[in-house]
């Protein structure tokens, strides 16, 4: 039997948030283990904060993850790892990714103060450190562009994540389901972003919490 | 992918999102026809029966609302077909004056009515708590709590349907439709479409007066029947620890008690109840009999704990019954397991083996000074646009917005807060129509398409026919772009992606005896203000349409058609900082920049609708080129 294994994923809407859990999930169902998941769909808006609560195990029945159950969370956009901190257990893994998409609501108090400046990842990153020492920032954005498409960036974040010896799905399978999910003229590049993903973690992530071989 | 597993023929399993396997089981059930108004959270119900219909010989429409929707199944039913709708709760609401009648009548073909709630209002404006739509309508209601029970709840709810001759509720809460999880499926066998003989005798399916008082007598053993029907249905479950403590349950509640109760360590006795209307009440009973102290656990109303309650008064008087009424659960929002943990070890005098509060007090200290981010209009919206004109053109006018549901309701979320006054589909021009006596002020109506087609004709008709003085400003995105950017009567196809014919707006308002109509680009926006300057000075009743597509749907037409979209930049030599731009405008693509504190624009967000360009006083905006 699979271990349990609960990821909150955050990011902004529009960032392939909801895509990223199809995946998790295909992949779990190709590789027999019981998943589910809550996630939020309704206001198709871009730009607002959006979340997905993914859960791994065959005992599991809340779509929810509870406050403090989250054994990672996963973060697209940095401000939002912060926002949804709550659900992080103690000595849970934050994988966040360095990119910060200003709110307007931010940018619009930001404007009345001269002095201002915006929050940043390292200011989330401080803040995080103080609940857990297990804190990874991989900068999504560069890789994704660098792997040749900057909308690769869920699949630079899943690359990281499926580096997790916690993680009880195996990492073929996850590369089978994002071959199977996304647009066929598009599989090199999000194969490519999943691996860099991965190296980024191998540098920054692997020295914080057991990682696969 | 997802289409493909609901469309396989074979049998399988496979990771499904709710909506679809509830998609999934109907067809298993050779659904014939199918209609339905976009809402969420049942929105990806409709959105998978359009994009699989092509596959099948099942009927569609996307309806002009919830009220038609029903009705189309009705009809069909009545012929004896199979069908199915499925709506938001408030939809059931516009649905309802039909929805009751139909319970007397009755159907022939199996018809599904999924509708569900949204504890939280996530995407809603309200919590309403659809359950009490069973009890007060007399039809079966049947509530599954995951995918797999969706599946087979849809299955079992066309043949009840077909053996009782009524309509069956699934009713569902956002927990359940947007939970996906691992579904088991069978294989698709369906039978041609085919016609069938009207036979019934005249009048079977009309009530009023005499058939109706015949019609109640007959529903009400109905009812019976059906519950004696669930008393043993394997939709229910108990199961029996041989503690005192018992917990009733139902949907999304059975999955955080069961969670909780192993958080707690505890083994309580379960009753989840699957079928909620008509409530089992002998297997309630029998239940409420085993135990000392019964935890109710659901969401919003007391439903099931009035119930119960009612059942143990005569069962077993002294039961503890803990719940709502207790002050253990509360009525407001959404649970999760850490809320029901809470609630349980409370009534049992246990301590959670975690402090949430103490957790959440934590958390709360971490994100001070976190920034909100509440959804906003896209880069590129064309009410984005419409709204920057629109209050350019009332600058210095006293004036007071009654608005509508749709994408522009968020204008009156921070920073844009605009609009005084949202109730439900349609109701911006009943509401304007009341202001326009009470109030000194201009009085401006707002409305989409969409929602327009949906409940808004008989607002103008009657505004027309008294001559109310408001102006109303029509924001045509061509869509129905908040739920997904579905098809609505003005869009030249329907579901499955079949043509149909596009209602003209601005010919229906014409038709209905409004002369001064005033037809706007919102992208071209300084223009597009004038002109709205012009017809809000003069008397109403009369309409502003301010036409351009949805960005988000209007951006996946152009990838189809292979056209990049391209971004803007801000010549940081010319802007001189008048954050126009930010303080007007409002657009997540555009921020400040920390360095030199002049606006900058990210490429990845912007989508060139250039509107903020012709904002600028500056001309600071430019095509961003070759990069």
């Given at each position: 039997?699979a271990?349990?294994?609960?990821?909150?994923m955050?990011?902004?809407?529009?960032?392939?948030?909801?895509?990223?859990s199809?995946?998790?999930?295909a992949a779990?169902?190709s590789?027999g283990?019981?998943?589910?998941?809550?996630?939020q769909h309704?206001?198709?808006?871009r730009?607002g904060?959006?979340?997905?609560?993914?859960r791994?195990g065959?005992?599991?029945?809340?779509?929810l993850?509870?406050i403090?159950?989250?054994?990672a969370?996963?973060?697209?956009?940095?401000?939002?790892?912060?926002r949804y901190?709550?659900y992080l257990?103690p000595?849970?893994?934050?994988?966040?990714n360095?990119r910060?998409q200003?709110?307007i609501?931010?940018?619009?108090?930001?404007?009345?103060?001269?002095?201002a400046?915006?929050?940043?990842a390292?200011?989330?990153?401080?803040r995080?450190l103080?609940?857990t020492d297990k804190?990874s920032?991989?900068?999504?954005?560069?890789?994704?562009?660098?792997?040749g498409?900057?909308l690769t960036e869920n699949?630079v974040m899943?690359?990281a994540?499926?580096t997790?010896?916690?993680?009880?799905v195996?990492?073929k399978?996850?590369k089978?389901?994002?071959a199977?999910?996304v647009?066929k003229?598009a599989v090199?590049?999000n194969?490519?972003?999943?691996d860099m993903g991965?190296q980024a973690?191998?540098?920054n992530l692997?020295?914080?919490?057991?990682?696969?071989? | 992918m997802?289409?493909?597993?609901?469309?396989?023929?074979?049998?399988?399993r496979?990771?499904?999102?709710?909506?679809?396997?509830i998609?999934?089981a109907a067809?298993e059930?050779?659904v014939k026809v199918v209609?339905a108004?976009?809402?969420s959270p049942?929105?990806e119900?409709?959105?998978t029966?359009s994009?699989?219909?092509?596959?099948?010989d099942?009927?569609?429409?996307?309806?002009?609302?919830?009220k038609?929707?029903l009705e189309?199944c009705?009809?069909?039913?009545m012929?004896?077909l199979?069908?199915?709708?499925s709506m938001?709760?408030v939809?059931l609401?516009?649905?309802?004056?039909s929805?009751?009648?139909?319970?007397?009548?009755?159907?022939k073909?199996g018809?599904?009515l999924a509708?569900?709630?949204?504890p939280?209002?996530?995407?809603s404006?309200?919590?309403q708590d659809?359950?009490y739509?069973g009890?007060?309508?007399y039809?079966p209601m049947?509530e599954?709590?995951d995918p797999?029970?969706a599946?087979?709840?849809?299955?079992?709810?066309?043949e009840l349907s077909e053996k009782?001759?009524?309509p069956?509720l699934?009713r569902?809460?956002?927990?359940?439709n947007h939970q996906?999880?691992m579904v088991?499926f069978a294989?698709i066998?369906?039978?041609p479409?085919?016609?069938?003989?009207?036979?019934?005798?005249?009048?079977r399916f009309?009530t009023v007066?005499?058939?109706?008082r015949t019609?109640?007598?007959a529903l009400?053993?109905?009812t019976?029947?059906?519950?004696?029907?669930?008393?043993?249905?394997d939709?229910?479950?108990v199961?029996?620890?041989?503690s005192e403590v018992g917990?009733?349950?139902?949907?999304?509640?059975?999955?955080?008690a069961v969670?909780?109760?192993k958080v707690l360590?505890?083994?309580p006795?379960?009753?989840?109840?699957g079928?909620?209307f008509?409530l089992p009440?002998?297997?309630i009973?029998?239940?409420?009999?085993?135990?000392?102290t019964?935890i109710?656990?659901?969401?919003?109303?007391?439903?099931l704990?009035?119930n119960?309650?009612?059942?143990a008064?005569?069962?077993n008087p002294s039961?503890r019954v803990?719940?709502k009424?207790?002050g253990?659960?509360?009525?407001a929002?959404e649970?999760?397991?850490?809320i029901v943990?809470d609630?349980?070890?409370?009534?049992?005098?246990m301590t959670?083996?975690?402090?949430?509060?103490a957790v959440?007090t934590?958390?709360?200290?971490?994100?001070?000074?976190?920034?909100?981010?509440?959804?906003t209009?896209?880069p590129?919206c064309p009410?984005?646009?419409s709204?920057?004109a629109?209050?350019q053109?009332?600058k210095?006018v006293?004036?007071?917005?009654?608005?509508?549901?749709?994408?522009?309701s968020?204008?009156?979320l921070?920073p844009?807060e605009y609009?005084?006054?949202?109730?439900?589909m349609g109701?911006s021009?009943?509401?304007?129509a009341?202001?326009?006596?009470a109030?000194?002020q201009?009085v401006?109506?707002?409305?989409?398409?969409s929602?327009?087609?949906h409940?808004g004709?008989?607002?103008?008709?009657n505004?027309?026919?008294?001559?109310?003085d408001?102006t109303l400003?029509?924001?045509?995105n061509s869509?129905?772009?908040m739920?997904g950017?579905q098809?609505n009567?003005?869009s030249?196809k329907s579901?499955?992606?079949r043509?149909?014919?596009?209602?003209?707006?601005e010919?229906?308002?014409?038709a209905m005896?409004?002369e001064?109509i005033?037809i706007v680009?919102?992208y071209?926006v300084?223009?597009a203000?004038?002109?709205?300057k012009?017809?809000l000075?003069r008397?109403?009743?009369?309409v502003?349409i301010?036409?351009?597509a949805?960005a988000?749907?209007?951006?996946?037409q152009?990838?189809k058609?292979?056209?990049?979209?391209?971004?803007n930049?801000?010549d940081k030599?010319?802007c001189?900082?008048?954050?126009t731009?930010i303080?007007?405008?409002?657009?997540p693509?555009i921020s400040?920049d920390?360095k030199d504190r002049?606006a900058?624009i990210?490429?990845e967000?912007?989508?060139?609708?250039?509107?903020c360009a012709?904002?600028?006083p500056?001309?600071?905006?430019?095509?961003?080129e070759?990069e």
């Amino acid at each position: 039997m699979a271990k349990e294994f609960s990821v909150y994923m955050a990011g902004v809407g529009g960032q392939g948030l909801v895509l990223l859990s199809n995946v998790i999930g295909a992949a779990c169902a190709s590789a027999g283990i019981r998943a589910l998941t809550g996630e939020q769909h309704g206001l198709s808006q871009r730009s607002g904060s959006i979340n997905v609560h993914m859960r791994i195990g065959e005992e599991i029945r809340s779509p929810l993850i509870p406050i403090g159950g989250a054994d990672a969370i996963l973060a697209l956009e940095a401000l939002e790892a912060l926002r949804y901190v709550e659900y992080l257990r103690p000595g849970g893994v934050a994988i966040v990714n360095s990119r910060v998409q200003h709110p307007i609501s931010e940018t619009t108090e930001h404007m009345k103060e001269k002095t201002a400046v915006y929050m940043s990842a390292k200011d989330v990153e401080e803040r995080l450190l103080k609940i857990t020492d297990k804190v990874s920032l991989i900068d999504a954005l560069s890789i994704a562009r660098s792997a040749g498409n900057a909308l690769t960036e869920n699949i630079v974040m899943l690359g990281a994540l499926s580096t997790l010896d916690a993680l009880p799905v195996p990492e073929k399978a996850l590369k089978d389901a994002v071959a199977a999910t996304v647009p066929k003229k598009a599989v090199d590049v999000n194969l490519k972003a999943f691996d860099m993903g991965k190296q980024a973690a191998r540098a920054n992530l692997c020295n914080l919490v057991k990682c696969r071989e | 992918m997802v289409a493909a597993d609901v469309i396989r023929k074979g049998a399988g399993r496979a990771f499904m999102l709710c909506n679809e396997a509830i998609v999934r089981a109907a067809i298993e059930s050779d659904v014939k026809v199918v209609s339905a108004y976009p809402g969420s959270p049942t929105t990806e119900i409709l959105d998978t029966f359009s994009e699989v219909a092509p596959q099948f010989d099942y009927r569609m429409e996307i309806s002009a609302n919830e009220k038609v929707a029903l009705e189309t199944c009705a009809g069909a039913s009545m012929a004896g077909l199979r069908t199915m709708t499925s709506m938001k709760s408030v939809g059931l609401n516009v649905a309802s004056d039909s929805f009751y009648s139909l319970s007397y009548t009755g159907v022939k073909g199996g018809m599904v009515l999924a509708v569900a709630d949204d504890p939280q209002a996530h995407s809603s404006q309200s919590e309403q708590d659809g359950r009490y739509f069973g009890p007060s309508a007399y039809v079966p209601m049947l509530e599954p709590s995951d995918p797999q029970e969706a599946m087979a709840f849809v299955k079992k709810a066309f043949e009840l349907s077909e053996k009782h001759g009524v309509p069956m509720l699934l009713r569902t809460t956002t927990r359940v439709n947007h939970q996906s999880g691992m579904v088991e499926f069978a294989e698709i066998t369906r039978k041609p479409f085919e016609k069938v003989d009207w036979e019934h005798p005249v009048g079977r399916f009309v009530t009023v007066a005499d058939s109706a008082r015949t019609f109640k007598l007959a529903l009400l053993d109905r009812t019976e029947r059906v519950r004696e029907e669930f008393e043993s249905s394997d939709m229910n479950t108990v199961t029996l620890t041989g503690s005192e403590v018992g917990i009733i349950t139902s949907g999304a509640g059975y999955n955080y008690a069961v969670d909780a109760a192993k958080v707690l360590g505890i083994g309580p006795s379960i009753l989840k109840l699957g079928t909620t209307f008509p409530l089992p009440t002998r297997l309630i009973a029998d239940f409420v009999k085993r135990h000392r102290t019964i935890i109710v656990v659901e969401e919003l109303s007391p439903y099931l704990e009035q119930n119960v309650m009612a059942v143990a008064k005569d069962a077993n008087p002294s039961v503890r019954v803990v719940g709502k009424g207790s002050g253990h659960f509360s009525e407001a929002f959404e649970y999760n397991t850490n809320i029901v943990v809470d609630g349980m070890a409370k009534a049992l005098g246990m301590t959670p083996p975690v402090d949430y509060a103490a957790v959440m007090t934590r958390a709360t200290e971490l994100k001070k000074g976190l920034p909100d981010r509440p959804p906003t209009f896209c880069p590129g919206c064309p009410h984005r646009a419409s709204l920057w004109a629109v209050r350019q053109a009332l600058k210095g006018v006293k004036h007071v917005l009654s608005t509508d549901i749709g994408c522009y309701s968020m204008s009156f979320l921070k920073p844009v807060e605009y609009g005084d006054s949202l109730l439900s589909m349609g109701a911006s021009l009943g509401v304007a129509a009341g202001m326009q006596y009470a109030v000194k002020q201009k009085v401006v109506a707002m409305i989409g398409d969409s929602t327009f087609w949906h409940a808004g004709l008989p607002g103008l008709v009657n505004a027309v026919h008294h001559g109310d003085d408001f102006t109303l400003i029509l924001l045509d995105n061509s869509v129905t772009a908040m739920t997904g950017q579905q098809y609505n009567p003005g869009s030249d196809k329907s579901a499955g992606e079949r043509a149909a014919k596009p209602l003209v707006v601005e010919n229906v308002i014409r038709a209905m005896g409004i002369e001064d109509i005033t037809i706007v680009d919102p992208y071209d926006v300084k223009k597009a203000s004038a002109a709205m300057k012009e017809a809000l000075s003069r008397k109403g009743p009369n309409v502003i349409i301010s036409r351009r597509a949805c960005a988000l749907y209007a951006d996946r037409q152009k990838r189809k058609r292979g056209e990049t979209i391209g971004s803007n930049r801000v010549d940081k030599d010319v802007c001189k900082k008048p954050y126009t731009c930010i303080r007007q405008f409002h657009c997540p693509a555009i921020s400040i920049d920390d360095k030199d504190r002049k606006a900058t624009i990210t490429k990845e967000l912007c989508d060139r609708c250039d509107v903020c360009a012709k904002v600028c006083p500056f001309g600071s905006i430019r095509e961003r080129e070759g990069e």
